[in-house]
């Protein structure tokens, strides 16, 4: 029956059928590129916003390619991500951080844009949106999750007709059936 479901390769038609039935797991995440410019909370107490605001102020008036040295607080955080999928923007910088930014417009500075660390300005340099990819992107990994699903299918069948053909009888010993039948009770 495992010979039986490798035997015939998959066509584009199935495998397009099958990646639009599982889509979501071989959907490409949304990716974004962004610059940052980190202000602390601790550091700056009440402070830290009217910072930021006119820190963003010099960086819109400079431009998308404005130095950001001298701006912000130390941190581990890195000033320049490459595009990543936007779930691993949340990792890095928590979930409220990576919604916002997975909003904001490419191009221009904005913020402050909060994150459980403290204050951000933000420039995102390239976004692109999630999305289904083609077969020819995912083929492989599609074609090798349609033939398991294939061969399980076709070995369940296979075992169902072998069932049909013969008659099951379960024999216990007496003992055994008489000591089922009374734990058996109400």
Known sequence: ?????SASP???GELNSWLDRHAAAFRIEPRVAFR????????RGADAQADARR???KLQSAGTEAPM??????TMLPQEMDPIPLPEVDRAFGAAFAEQVGQLAPGQWAGPVESSFGLHLVL????????RPD????????????????RKRQLAATYEQLLAKYRLVIERPP???AAGARKEGP
């Open 124 to 131: 995102v340099r390239e976004r692109t949106e999630g999305r």
């Open 175 to 177: 003992g055994e059936v």
């Open 55 to 57: 820190a963003l102020a």
């Open 36 to 43: 940052q410019v980190f202000f602390s909370r601790e550091k």
């Open 1 to 5: 029956a495992e010979d039986e479901s």
């Open 69 to 74: 040295a001298g701006l912000g607080d130390a």
């Open 10 to 12: 998959p066509t584009d």
């Open 135 to 150: 077969l020819a992107e995912v083929r492989a990994a599609v074609e090798r999750e349609f033939l398991a699903d294939r």
